[in-house]
């Protein structure tokens, strides 16, 4: 007997009974992103691994357990991409889109990768949305980005989130107070899991972030940032704050935000929906200055935000909210017989050509059939397409939703149109 295939572990199909949702909230980030500015941009899904080990960081979690590495057939080492920033950057200094100094702006929608373990909301091919917003450090950008997002999930009408803002400050002031999270958490070495152990010494804020119970316990008197911020990361974080208020965005201040990857500077933002379970995080993002002359440009600031597709789709379930639909035909063509087929396919071709949907089934031989297949496919409009019709010269034409029969001779099916 055949194998019998199933996608691979992490992954699953988008079907037709879903796809649109899909289509429609790409469709509203689309339009939100270019109301506020933003540009397109398609990166390829593999890119050379290198990219994402100069900007994401040795010691993150994606390039030490997540990635998929590959070499092609010349031993070139690639990497399925496990995040879109990295390859957008790498994009704007290959293509030197910063050359004429104006603020460069760029959203991507797309897969992404990361072997991870698959659990509700986490999978191992999913896709992101999001944008970068490069070329200046201004504190109002850090705002816009967020409020970029804000004016999304307010245009699909989602409510059950929180905007957690913090700041992580910049690698100066960060010494400090890692130093003051190492002496911490130090007293409880034995008590933390064995990442928070191994970080401890590399990269101590991201203990800030981990998840496992038993860590938990000792965050709420861990040392803050907002407590070792210099005069300029202070400034610019008030100034942030002072531009959502302006914006309108309502939002938290949450000290423990911290982001797994290791570009941020400053600004760090998550979106947070607190109904999800353990994976809640909408999206998130902030800013990382740094990180287009770490990858071999000219220095850049730059601020944006990734989310995902799927942990969206959930939340606008559970608030019941509109996520699309299907199309339903414009004109179903019912008719009976071989000879009227070609006449039925003329009709559809001519409906087809013009922008309409218009549908048959040339296998359903009885008007019965036709008509029960009209109404599973939830026509508009059944155009009857019989003898009668053909020797008067009359379509007749039958409203689906109100059952009123009407006439239209044939020669005037232009009025099908734009009926
Ligand atoms: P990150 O790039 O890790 O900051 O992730 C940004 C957003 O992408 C998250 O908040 C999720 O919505 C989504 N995301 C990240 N990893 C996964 C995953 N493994 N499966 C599904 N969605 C994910």
């Known amino acids: 007997m055949a194998t019998k295939f199933s996608v691979p572990r992490g992954t699953s199909d988008v079907l037709p009974k879903d796809a649109f949702k899909w289509e429609y909230v790409e469709k509203v980030f689309r339009q939100v992103a270019k109301n506020f500015g933003y540009q397109e941009i398609i990166t390829p899904i593999f890119e050379y691994a290198e990219v994402f080990e100069r900007s994401v960081g040795d010691a993150t979690d994606i390039i030490q357990k997540e990635m998929y590495r590959f070499s092609d057939k010349k031993d070139r080492v690639f990497a399925l991409r496990p995040e879109g920033t990295a390859p957008v950057m790498r994009s704007f200094i290959e293509n030197n889109l910063g050359k004429d100094g104006n603020i460069v702006k760029l959203f991507y929608i797309g897969p992404m990768f990361r072997y991870d373990r698959p659990q509700a909301g986490r999978s191992r091919q999913f ?20 409020a970029v997002y804000y004016t999304y999930l307010k245009a699909l009408g989602l409510k059950n989130y929180d905007v957690e803002v913090n700041t992580i ?24 899991c064995p990442d928070c152990q191994s970080r401890l010494e590399k990269n101590p804020k991201r203990l800030l972030d981990c998840k496992v119970e038993k860590c938990l316990q000792f965050h709420p008197s861990a040392p803050s940032m907002l407590d070792y911020l210099d005069e300029k990361c202070k400034t610019h974080f008030d100034q942030v704050l002072k531009y959502l208020d302006i914006l309108n965005v309502t939002y938290v201040v949450n000290p423990k935000i911290v982001r ?17 379970g353990s994976q809640n995080a909408l999206g998130g993002g902030g800013r990382y200055d ?29 608030e019941g909210l509109y996520q699309g639909e299907n199309p339903h035909p414009k004109y179903y063509i019912v008719s009976l017989g071989e000879d009227l087929a070609q006449k039925a396919i003329e009709l559809l071709t001519f409906l087809r050509n013009n922008n309409v949907y218009a549908e048959f089934d040339l296998a359903k031989t009885t008007l019965k059939a036709q008509m029960k297949n009209a109404d599973r496919l939830q026509a508009e409009h059944c155009i ?3 003898e009668d019709e053909i020797k008067s010269g009359m379509l007749t034409l039958k409203n689906m939703t109100t059952g009123e029969q009407t006439t ?12």
């Open 127 to 146: 896709s992101q949305y999001g944008l970068e917003c490069l070329g200046t450090s201004h504190p109002y950008y850090d705002a816009e980005t967020i």
């Open 169 to 192: 400050g910049c690698p100066d002031c960060s010494v400090a107070h890692n130093k003051a999270l190492q002496e911490y958490f130090k007293g409880f070495f034995d008590g933390l």
């Open 260 to 276: 797994g990857l290791d570009y941020y500077t400053q600004t760090a933002f998550e979106f947070v929906n607190h109904n999800l």
């Open 290 to 318: 740094g990180l287009v002359q770490q990858m071999g440009g000219k220095d850049t600031p730059g601020v944006g935000f990734a989310g995902g597709i799927s942990r969206l789709l959930l939340s606008l379930e559970q």
């Open 384 to 386: 009857i397409l019989g």
């Open 408 to 419: 239209l001779p044939i020669e005037k099916v232009n009025e099908l149109i734009n009926l």
